[in-house]
Structure formats: structure tokens, C-alpha cells
């Protein structure tokens, strides 16, 4: 953004500082006694004065109004505000009191004058600005131009009012610098427009610059003294010294530069004029001319900023607008029309201009003089400045046309029928039937035919449609040239044999290339006039000018008709993906982040019981119902997945896994989510039947451990029950049925864990204890440890407790001790440890058995695959460990070694979705 309109802020800022200026020259006044003061050594002298007054040259001025003054500053203190004064002078050894009018005095009109042409400048480079961002491709950015645009009209606008304070100095500097690269960067200008001076080609570029540009910047730095050293501290004196020594020194340097400008810019345009036949240039000559005139005229004549006028500073004036108009004219002899649009228009826009200020002027006068007329015709210039600034201007711009632009008009008024033609055409057909029938009539051609360019050296000759090749060279030509002409058959056969074979014979001779930077988009290939002659200068000046907009429009159409074929594989396209988003086996929504339903698919309309109509642009609470929404509402943006999410439609329970991920626009930034909704109500059921057979499986492996643990403290009831018999009158009886009942109490532990691993105690997640897990799941094999004579080591007490379900947990545990035993051979270890932190648990469960191997390790966790013999596992153990795992949103990893041992690490995290669903 900044970048290409880096210009245009540049502008708005030099404009803003031009107002605040203008400002305070509008609001500035002082006081004229009309006697003319020279510095002395006895102090000021009257150097002249006029006849009628009491004060007469040669006078030396004492005091005024009794106050001494020194210098000509004290003198403008004293009688700064006054009307009238007394002035004590020394005349011929005399002492005289007279009394001398004061008259108050303005920014002298003359100002105004140059403000208009700086605003002038402007206006046209505005122009030329606008032009360059819509066809930045067809017109250049003449940065030089902008750069002298600047120049001048801070030359003209910028000046210091007098009241000699720090917004003075600022102006000043302005001035300065602007009054000094003015006639270098209108030198460098010139040496490039409008056409580039021979000489200055031979020097490298670093090298011209230093040539143009170190006078000045020397010349800049010498008298920048006098104005630094007072910027925060000013001094009247020094400025108005620095102010007289500045001009006096740049008149010369001034001079020199703008003659050899206007050198330069008459051997171009004479070269144009003479030797191209291009007579427009002939206006743009005399208007530099006469301008460059003017302002020797206004450099050497400080009256005209004075406020004093004479036939010298009129002139001046008057011809000083035509060097802005001539400057633009020379930017571009390849888009004449495109310029002389731009003056017609910045002329038209200045003349109202300088109306409107007219009529606000003369306000200004008539409120100040009487408020209720004033009143009455502030009601009337708006009225006015709103009904008539529209017809004024289109009336002004046709009186400007024909006035200045009479040869080029009938050129314009074809340029426009063809304009209009070629840019409302979208069909290749009919855009070049009717291009070409247009140019045919207009130019008289026998013959002319479009050539577009399709790819490579293909070509189609329009509007027929034949295909023709054209070979490279020709094709590289035309991208090289501006236009190419054969006189006759036999050079063009003789240059471009192969292209002259293509075409059809003794039709076609000369031919203009349509290119969008510097690519070919088609040619126009046209035969010779109805009279046997070419096209002349100006009809090549008319078909270059509309040889841009043709290509534009050639290839929007071109375009146009690739697109209405993608548009149909677009069609087909999203046709073929909205069947399979409606036939796909997944529910699937997309809200906005405002929660509204976007989309909503066939399987969404079929269990949620609601038609699409009825979900679409409604808020997602509303259309799932608030108990679902609670369930899966989350106010995170990242994909993430909720399981197990149970939905009740009327008598019907379904459980969903829920996809949620973000919806992203093409810059990449969230424009709502997507919910896809998988029925996996029946898997859960296998699932549970699968973990239900495993759990079977696990309490076979266990019962003989199992039946020893409980026939132990059986035993022991039994030989207890047994001396009490023998004995019921005992002085041990009590502390013997105490132990009856500590065995008891050991059975029904044994029970009670045995029953709560092999049933499932409901689905809600609860905050789990996993230390009291662990224990509970060591119990139940604890007899097959003490068999192979395993050891079990538990390095690590579990603070934190996650949510989850403890009898998926237990049997994660038991699936792992019982793998860790069987891979043990006999007199191995079982350990557990892990860490914790603020946001996980990692759980290491350790074994030095026999390992996996690597080739196995891959397939682990793949449902019924087994390394132990036929009857000795299911090959579901560690399947369910993984389901289990992923059930509580943790994941597992295994690392194992060849006869060293196996580690499986879990790590669960301590804030999951299970954690919502419980609280």
C-alpha cells in the first residue's frame, strides 16, 4: 500500500505544509512608513522618499515616538501597529520632529499568482500519478518529474511572511532548497525529455549526477549557514541578511542552469519537429520558451514579490503558467492523448479554481463589510459550487479542447469510438469484427486481420479462426519495436520468409504489436490504404495510443473465455464435492466464530432429526441444543478431538467422536470451525465386547493366583474355627475370632477388586487416584509374581490425580504386568516410575524380560497380532492398552532391547477434555 502510493503521501504531506504556509501568509500583515532606509554608520538614512513627504533623502532617522532606533527591525517594532508617528531626524546638523502616516501592508497579490501555478504543478502531477497506478505497466513512474514537480512549486508557494519567528525559518529553508535544485533537477529533466541528449549518455550514471547536482548541493551548503545557526534562537537580522545574500548569489547560478535547460529541450524538440515530422511539439517549445523567459524575468525582479508591478513582472506572470503545462507535455510521446487528457482536465480544474477562490474573496469583502449580505452569498456559492461545478467543468474542458487541441481532435473522437467498442467486448469474435471494421473505415485499409497469440508461435488470424505459426524471429521483433513496416513483398519475404509464407500473399505489410509489459498478446496486421499509401506519423501516434487498451481488452477476453471453461470445471467441481460431503458416512457442520451454522450435511439432517433449512444461518446452540453444545463447545481454535460424546435424540442414545478443527480464509486468519460428527456407537460396543473377552481372558490367567490368595486366609479361618471348637470356653477365643475376621476382611478385598476389574462401574469420567490403580491391579497378579519369583519395584508416589475411568485404567495396568511376566523367564524385575509437571504425568513401566524385536515393535498395538504360541494369547492386550490410552487423550511409546527388557512410557495429561465432562 505504502509503496505504491509512496508518491502520493509525499504530495499530501509538501501539500499540507504549502497550506500552512499559505495560511500564514493570508493572516500577515505589517506596516509601510513608504520610505526607503540604507544602513549607515550614523545609523538609518532616508535613501528616498516620496514628494510629498516630510521626511527627505539624506535624513537621519533618531528616534520614533521618542523610542531610539538603531536598525531597521527597531524601526518596524516601533511603528508596528500605528497609523501615525512622530520621527525625530537629523537633518544638515539639524534636530526635526515631523510626523509620518503609516500604512499597513499584505502578502502582495503577485503571490497568489505564483501559489496558483504551484498548484497548477500540482494538479498535473496528480495527474500523471493517478495515470501510473491504474496502468502501471503502459506509463512508467517519471520519478524525475515528481521530484521536479516538488521543486517548482515549492520555488513558487514557499516563503517567509516577515513575523521572523521558527516557522519562518522553516519556510525559508524550504525556499532555499527548493529555489536551488530547481534548476539542476529542470536540467536533468531536460537532458532526458523529450528525448534523452546524446552527450548525456556517454557519462555513467554516477558520474551525471555528480555533474548536475555538486554545484548546487555546494552552493546549498555555504548559505545554509545563515539559516542553521538561527533556527531555535532567530534573528531578524541574520535572516533578512541571509535572505539578500542568498538571492543575490543564486540569480547567477539560476541563469546559467535554466539557459542550459532551455538548450537542451530545444535540440530535442527541434529534433522531433525536423527530422519525425511531429509538429505538436511546436506549442510545448514556444510555451518553454516563453516561461523560462518569464522566470529570468521574475529572478531578476524582486518587485514582483514586492507587490509592485510593472510591465516586466506582467509579462512574467502571464507566461509563467505555460512551463508546467510544457513540462507534462514532454513526458511521453507515447501517450499524447493520455497527457493532453490530463492538462485538458488540470486546466479545467484550475480555471474553477481560481473561480471559486474568486467568488469566496469577494465573500470575504461583503461579510466583512456587511454579515447579512455576506450571509446571503455564502447561501448562493454553495448552492452554486453544488449544481454548476459539474457542468462547468465538462464546459470548460470542451472550450479547452477545441481552443488548443484542434488538430488532435478528430484523433480523439476515433480513439474514443474505438475505445468504447473494444472495452465493452468480452467474446474474441466479435471484439476483433468489430476492431477491425472500425480501423478499416477509419484509416481506409484494404485489409486487416487480429493475430492473437495463443502459446509459443502459435497464432490465430482473427476473425476466422485459422491457426498460423509465426516464426521466433518475427515474434521477437515485433516485441522489440513499436511497429514494423515492409514496403513491398519482396522485403518482407526477403526478412521473414516463413512468416510471409503463413500469411496470405500480397495482404499484409504492416503490422502493430499489442504487448502488456513487454509480453505479446497479439498483433494487428494490416495491409496498405485504399490510395496504395502507408499509415502516416499520427495515424501509427492514434494506433500506439489504442494499442494498450486493444491489448487489455484482448486479453480480458481471451481471459474471459478460459474462465467460463474453468468456471465449468469449477461447477462440475463443487458439485461432485458437495455429493460427497452429502453421501459421505460423517456428520458434518461448519459454524462461523459467531457460532452460526454455515453448512450442515445429509447424515446431520438424519440423526439430529432437523431438515437443513431449518440449521442454516441459526445459532449452533440453538440447532444441536444446549446439553450437545455444552459437550462440545470449546474456545479454542487449534484441531483437537472429543471422544465418546453421547447425544440423546428423543428414546435414542448414539456416541459421537467429534473433529474439531479451524475454518481458515484465503489470508489465513479464523473465520469459524468445523465439527465432523462420527456415529461410533457400534464400534464402542465391539470395543466393549472385545475388552469384556480380554478381561475374561486376563481373570482365566489370573484364577489359579487368584484362588490361592483366597484359599490362604481360608485356611486360616478354618483352623481358627476349628480350636475354637475345641476349645469354646478359651481365654484366646477374642483375639482368635479378631484374625477370623482381619482374613475375612482380606477375602472380600480380593473379591471386591476381582468384581471391579471385571464389570464397568457406568461411563462417567472421575478424578482417578493412580497409586490406588496401580495397587489394586498388583493385587490381583501378585500371585503369579511370587510364582516366577518377580520382583516389583514401585520408585514413584503419583501426587496429581487425572480424570478418567478406573477400570479401563486397572486393566491397562494388568494387560502390561501380565506381558511383563510372560516375557520373564523366571527371578526378572517389574518397576514403575515416572514424573510429573503442571501440565502432564508420565508413567514408565519397566521390565527386563525378553524384548521385542525390532521388526515387531511397529505392529505391537495392531489388534490380534501376537509373537506367543497358538492358545497362549489373544493378541488383544496391548491393542486395548492403546485404545485406553487414546480413550484418556495420553499417548504410549515403546522402547525395547533384545533379552534386556522392555519400557512403556504413557503420559496422560492433567487437563483433558474427560476433566469437562466430569465437573
Known amino acids: 500500500m505504502i509503496k505504491r502510493y509512496l508518491w502520493h503521501f509525499i504530495f499530501a504531506l509538501f501539500i499540507l505544509i504549502s497550506l500552512a504556509n499559505l495560511f500564514q501568509k493570508l493572516k500577515w500583515s505589517s506596516v509601510s512608513d513608504h520610505l526607503v532606509w540604507g544602513n549607515s554608520d550614523q545609523g538609518l538614512v532616508c535613501v528616498s522618499a516620496p514628494a510629498n513627504s516630510q521626511v527627505k533623502p539624506g535624513d537621519i532617522l533618531l528616534a520614533v515616538n521618542k523610542y531610539s532606533v538603531n536598525n531597521r527591525i527597531d524601526l518596524l517594532r516601533s511603528?508596528?501597529?500605528?497609523?501615525?508617528?512622530r520621527y525625530e531626524i537629523e537633518r544638515l546638523g539639524i534636530l526635526k520632529n515631523v510626523g509620518v502616516d503609516i500604512n499597513p501592508v499584505f502578502t502582495p497579490f503577485s503571490y497568489y499568482i505564483l501559489?496558483?501555478?504551484?498548484?497548477?504543478?500540482?494538479?498535473?502531477t496528480l495527474g500523471i500519478l493517478n495515470m501510473h497506478v491504474k496502468q502501471a505497466t503502459l506509463f512508467p513512474p517519471p520519478q524525475i518529474f515528481f521530484i521536479l514537480s516538488l521543486t517548482l512549486s515549492g520555488f513558487l508557494i514557499f516563503s517567509p511572511s516577515g513575523d521572523y519567528g521558527p516557522a519562518d525559518f522553516i519556510f525559508l529553508v524550504l525556499d532555499m532548497v527548493c529555489y536551488i535544485f530547481f534548476p539542476a533537477v529542470l536540467l536533468h529533466y531536460a537532458l532526458q525529455y523529450p528525448l534523452r541528449?546524446?552527450?548525456?549518455?556517454?557519462?555513467?550514471?554516477?558520474?551525471?549526477y555528480l555533474l548536475i547536482y555538486l554545484p548546487p548541493l555546494v552552493f546549498l551548503f555555504i548559505n545554509f549557514y545563515f539559516i542553521l545557526q538561527n533556527v531555535f534562537k532567530p534573528d531578524p537580522e541574520i535572516l533578512t541578511t541571509a535572505i539578500n545574500h542568498f538571492r543575490s548569489l543564486a540569480s547567477q547560478y539560476f541563469t546559467l542552469y535554466i539557459f542550459l535547460a532551455w538548450i537542451s529541450i530545444v535540440v530535442s524538440s527541434l529534433t522531433l519537429i525536423l527530422k519525425k515530422r511531429q509538429r505538436r511539439y511546436i506549442f510545448p517549445l514556444s510555451g518553454i520558451t516563453l516561461s523560462f523567459f518569464s522566470l529570468l524575468l521574475l529572478n531578476y525582479s524582486p518587485q514582483a514579490f514586492a507587490g509592485k508591478t510593472n510591465i516586466s513582472i506582467f509579462l512574467g506572470l502571464f507566461f509563467l503558467p505555460f512551463l508546467p503545462l510544457s513540462l507534462v507535455y514532454f513526458l511521453s510521446p507515447k501517450r499524447v492523448t493520455d497527457i493532453e487528457n490530463i492538462i485538458k482536465k488540470t486546466l479545467s480544474i484550475s480555471s474553477l479554481f481560481v473561480f471559486i477562490f474568486g467568488t469566496y474573496m469577494f465573500l470575504g469583502l461583503n461579510i466583512e463589510q456587511n454579515k447579512l449580505l455576506g450571509i446571503f452569498w455564502s447561501i448562493a456559492a454553495i448552492l452554486m459550487a453544488g449544481l454548476l461545478f459539474k457542468p462547468l467543468e465538462s464546459t470548460i474542458q470542451k472550450i479547452f479542447e477545441k481552443l488548443f487541441y484542434r488538430e488532435t481532435f478528430n484523433f480523439k473522437r476515433k480513439l474514443k469510438e474505438l475505445e468504447h467498442s473494444i472495452s465493452a467486448q468480452r467474446d474474441l469474435s466479435s471484439l476483433s469484427q468489430n476492431f477491425l471494421e472500425i480501423i478499416n473505415r477509419g484509416f481506409q485499409l484494404n485489409d486487416s486481420s487480429l493475430l492473437i497469440h495463443y502459446k509459443n508461435n502459435m497464432f490465430y488470424s482473427m476473425p476466422n479462426r485459422s491457426r498460423l505459426n509465426l516464426t521466433k524471429t518475427f515474434h521477437s521483433t515485433l516485441e522489440s519495436q513499436e511497429h514494423l513496416i515492409f514496403l513491398s513483398e519482396q522485403e518482407f519475404a526477403t526478412k521473414f520468409p516463413g512468416d510471409h509464407a503463413a500469411l496470405p500473399p500480397n495482404k499484409f505489410f504492416q503490422f502493430l504489436p499489442l504487448k502488456i509489459a513487454d509480453r505479446l498478446i497479439g498483433i494487428v496486421a494490416m495491409g496498405r490504404k485504399t490510395n496504395h499509401t502507408y499509415l502516416t506519423v499520427e495515424d501509427w501516434e492514434l494506433m500506439s495510443s489504442i494499442s494498450s487498451p486493444l491489448a487489455l481488452s484482448v486479453e480480458n477476453a481471451f481471459l474471459y473465455s478460459r474462465l467460463e471453461t474453468q468456471l465449468e470445471e469449477l461447477n462440475r467441481l463443487k458439485e461432485f464435492n458437495e455429493n460427497i460431503i452429502e453421501n459421505i458416512n460423517l456428520g458434518i457442520m461448519v459454524v462461523s466464530r459467531l457460532n452460526q451454522v454455515q453448512s450442515w450435511n445429509y447424515f446431520m439432517e438424519d440423526r439430529f432429526q432437523i431438515k437443513r433449512e431449518k440449521a442454516l444461518r441459526k445459532k449452533a446452540p440453538l440447532v444441536l441444543g444446549q446439553g450437545v453444545w455444552r459437550k462440545i463447545r470449546t474456545e479454542r481454535f487449534a484441531t483437537h478431538t472429543l471422544r465418546n460424546v453421547k447425544v440423546q435424540i428423543q428414546d435414542t442414545e448414539s456416541i459421537y467422536d467429534v473433529y474439531i478443527s479451524p475454518l481458515k480464509n484465503e489470508s489465513g486468519s479464523v473465520s469459524g470451525r468445523i465439527f465432523v460428527f462420527e456415529d461410533v456407537t457400534e464400534k464402542n460396543n465391539i470395543q466393549n465386547q472385545l475388552i469384556t473377552s480380554e478381561k475374561l481372558a486376563s481373570l482365566g490367567l489370573l484364577s489359579a493366583g487368584i484362588a490361592h490368595e483366597i484359599n490362604t486366609p481360608l485356611t486360616g479361618i478354618s483352623s481358627y474355627c476349628q480350636f475354637l471348637l475345641d476349645n469354646p470356653n478359651g481365654a484366646e477365643n477374642l483375639e482368635l475370632i479378631g484374625k477370623m475376621q482381619d482374613q475375612v476382611l482380606r477375602v472380600n478385598k480380593i473379591i471386591r477388586t476381582l468384581l471391579d476389574f471385571s464389570r464397568q462401574?457406568?461411563?462417567?469420567?472421575?478424578?482417578i487416584n493412580l497409586?490406588?490403580?496401580?495397587?489394586?491391579?498388583?493385587?490381583?497378579?501378585e500371585h503369579k509374581l511370587k510364582i516366577k519369583k518377580i520382583t516389583f519395584k514401585k520408585e514413584t508416589e503419583f501426587q496429581n490425580s487425572i480424570h478418567g475411568f478406573s477400570s479401563r485404567l486397572q486393566q491397562l495396568f494388568i494387560n502390561l504386568f501380565i506381558n511383563a511376566i510372560d516375557a520373564i523367564d523366571d527371578e526378572g524385575w517389574i518397576s514403575i516410575s515416572g514424573e510429573e509437571s503442571a501440565e502432564e504425568i508420565t508413567i514408565r513401566f519397566k521390565d527386563n524380560g525378553r524384548g521385542i524385536r525390532d521388526k515387531n515393535l511397529e505392529k505391537i498395538f495392531d489388534p490380534f497380532f501376537t509373537t506367543k504360541e497358538i492358545g497362549m494369547g489373544t493378541g488383544l492386550g496391548l491393542a486395548i492398552v492403546y485404545n485406553i490410552v487414546k480413550e484418556h487423550y495420553g499417548n504410549i511409546q515403546v522402547n525395547s532391547k533384545v533379552d534386556r527388557?522392555?519400557?512403556f512410557s504413557i503420559t496422560f495429561p492433567l487437563q483433558s477434555p474427560l476433566r469437562s465432562i466430569s465437573l
Not at 79 to 85: K, M, P, S, T
Not at 197 to 206: G, I, L, Q, V, W
Not at 761 to 767: E, H, I, T
Not at 771 to 781: F, G, H, P, R, Y
Open 761 to 767: 462401574k457406568g461411563q462417567q469420567p472421575l478424578p
Open 197 to 208: 541528449t546524446r552527450a548525456f549518455k556517454k557519462f555513467s550514471k554516477n558520474f551525471r
Open 771 to 781: 497409586n490406588k490403580v496401580i495397587d489394586e491391579s498388583l493385587a490381583l497378579v
Open 115 to 124: 501559489v496558483f501555478i504551484g498548484i497548477l504543478s500540482i494538479l498535473l
Open 79 to 85: 511603528i508596528a501597529g500605528r497609523n501615525y508617528c
Open 901 to 903: 527388557g522392555t519400557t
